[in-house]
């Protein structure tokens, strides 16, 4: 393959470098899970010096193109259908239907979802936590960590946090699998009927923990969504902390529009 850019275009040379190869990939030229070409086969490509080269690769690792493994290379990432993550996943219907969100969410997209449960029982609530549950720092709570996966790649991990007067009482919380409807379904059926669920989401750079879970490149985005599900009685009966790679999910709510 000849390079085809452009000194002349005005574009920085490292860009240039960039968009050709992300063209290759996204032409299936490069086609997912193949290597790409060593810094040294691209500094020879392209006639440009190392540092000209991992600025295009890093480039490439920030659109979420290519992922890159310490002493083995860069490779074209494999990429599953991007999900999209509506406010239509958390409808009684589905949960009476027996799908949890992340099996309504995954039927949209086209997706063979897996889920791996990490950790099942008490905890101290930590500091946010707790206060969005309205109890002391410290306070046992249940927790349910969980990681999901979309054709077998992982895409987020969640972890649930319950108050404990609550999930005592219903043993299927304890479970790996709760059962059909999930965690949201168990509650509705001893009497915690669920009013609204209330979202905050932010966006930041993943740590190497996050790195490691998600499989994900060194400098990637992940989106960080914490979850309120509030009773009818105005109590919140869960909180879900979730982390999701950012190039795999697309947000995307309703909001009425009257007082």
């Known amino acids: 393959m000849s390079p085809t850019t452009s000194r002349d275009s005005g574009k920085p040379r490292y860009l240039q470098i960039a968009d050709e190869l992300g063209q290759q990939i996204k032409n299936l030229v490069?086609?997912?899970?193949?290597?790409?070409?060593s810094e040294s086969e691209l500094m020879e490509r392209y006639g440009v010096a190392q540092g000209t080269v991992r600025k295009a690769m890093t480039e490439l690792r920030t659109t979420g193109l290519i992922v890159t493994h310490h002493g083995k290379g860069s490779y074209v990432r494999s990429r599953p259908p991007v999900q999209r993550k509506s406010s239509e996943r958390f409808r009684r219907s589905h949960r009476m239907a027996g799908k949890a969100a992340y099996l309504a969410e995954a039927e949209q997209s086209g997706s063979v979802p897996s889920v791996r449960v990490l950790y099942v029982g008490p905890i101290e609530a930590p500091e946010d936590i707790a206060e969005r549950l309205s109890v002391s720092p410290g306070t046992k709570v249940l927790a349910r960590r969980r990681?999901?996966?979309?054709?077998?790649?992982?895409?987020?991990?969640?972890?649930?946090?319950?108050?404990?007067?609550?999930?005592?009482?219903?043993?299927?919380?304890?479970?790996?699998?709760?059962?059909?409807?999930g965690i949201y379904a168990r509650l509705e059926e001893h009497g915690h009927t669920l009013a609204e669920f209330a979202e905050t989401v932010r966006v930041r750079l993943a740590s190497k923990a996050e790195i490691a879970a998600l499989s994900l490149s060194p400098g990637s985005p992940i989106i960080h969504l914490t979850r309120n599900a509030c009773s009818q009685d105005g109590r919140i009966v869960e909180v879900c902390d979730t982390l999701m790679a950012a190039d795999q999910f697309v947000l995307d709510y309703r909001i009425p529009a009257g007082d």
């Open 30 to 37: 490069l086609r997912p899970g193949e290597q790409v070409p």
């Open 147 to 181: 990681l999901y996966f979309s054709d077998g790649i992982p895409t987020e991990e969640a972890t649930s946090y319950l108050p404990w007067d609550i999930s005592k009482d219903i043993p299927e919380l304890f479970e790996e699998n709760p059962g059909g409807g």
